[in-house]
């Protein structure tokens, strides 16, 4: 499975956005100058409206959005896009990244497919980190399947986790920052003064963090949510994004129709 060319755009998108941000060490800056330099400027991902400055929504992380409509392949993008990240940051730690959704049924298929040796966005996975992946739900997290320092170290580790199972509603979410017994094995990493929790290994990881349906997390419970998890990289996926989202690529029904994404026709308006 190849990119599409408007995937492949956006992904250019974000690596160039990257570049910026290593050569400017500014986000504000490398924002400004990512769209200052885009080829396309101006441009109104949403209609009537040019780009806004960077909001600083989480201090001093990088956190972007990608608009892309429904149908338009965000999880393969994701995937793909997993790899430029790491790339970028020359990260020669531990490789970990929470991909978070808003909804069981979204996290069971994604679970699935990311898991799957045959599906596309695994063989991408396996081809970019040399077969090297290790994919997580949160019980194979809070029980320490295949998940240690060890493991850690040599893989990319991909955690799939639902919106709620980090809010800590219940009795059943509130394990992820309960002192756990299965992760003691990863008391060098957290260190022998704190309660050993899968927050606080997740913490220390300091990850990615894959925002997939990203509209649905904008409010302030979700924001200190993704503040807890001590990203290093925020990256929201939506086809809605909210106006306090840093866009930093995107595309229209109009390019998925072209790549034959969508069947039904394409109805374009003129909003000036």
Known sequence: MELKKYQQDILTNLEHFLEKLQEVKDLRGAFHEHWTEHPFTPLQ????????????????????????????GKTFIACNAIKTIFDAFHFDKEKAVVWLVPSITILDQTF?????????????????????????DKSNLLQGNGFNPISVKEQLN????????????????????????????????????????????????????????????????????????NPCFILDLTATPRKNSNIIGFTDAIELKKENMVKLPVIVYNHN
Request: charged share 20%.
């Open 45 to 72: 991902p949403f209609p009537g409206q040019v780009i806004e400055p960077y909001k600083n929504n989480i201090p001093a992380v990088p956190h972007v959005c990608i608009k892309v409509p429904t149908a338009g």
């Open 112 to 136: 699935d497919n990311l898991h799957n040796p045959v599906h596309p966005y695994r063989q991408k996975l396996n081809i970019h980190f040399g077969n090297k992946v290790g994919i997580f």
């Open 158 to 229: 991909i955690f799939v986790l639902s919106f709620d199972s980090l809010r800590a509603k219940n009795k059943e979410d509130r394990k992820v920052f309960q002192e756990n017994g299965n992760l003691q094995s990863f008391e060098s990493l957290v260190g022998s003064e704190e309660e050993i929790s899968l927050m606080k290994v997740i913490q220390k990881l300091n990850p990615i963090v894959i925002v997939d349906e990203s509209h649905n997390a904008e409010s302030d419970l979700s924001v200190e949510m993704l503040k807890n998890l």
